[in-house]
C-alpha cells in the first residue's frame, strides 16, 4: 500500500514538472529529468523486494 502511494506522488510530481507552461521552458529537462530519475529508483526498489 506504501509503495502505490510513493508511486502516485512521484508520477504527480512528474507531471507537474513538464515544461507546459511558457515560463518554465527555459527550465529544459532538468526538472522531470530528477523526478523520472527518483520513479526509475523506487521502481527497482519496488522490483528487487526492498520496498
Known amino acids: 500500500m506504501l509503495l ?3 508511486l502516485v506522488t512521484l508520477v504527480l510530481l512528474l507531471l507537474g514538472a513538464l ?4 515560463y518554465s ?11 523520472m530519475l527518483a ?3 523506487v521502481l527497482l526498489l519496488a522490483v528487487t523486494g526492498r520496498v
Do not use: C, E, K, T
Open 4 to 6: 502505490l502511494v510513493i
Open 19 to 22: 515544461p507546459r507552461w511558457p
Open 25 to 35: 521552458h527555459s527550465w529544459g529537462y532538468a526538472p522531470s529529468g530528477v523526478v
Open 39 to 41: 520513479v526509475v529508483a
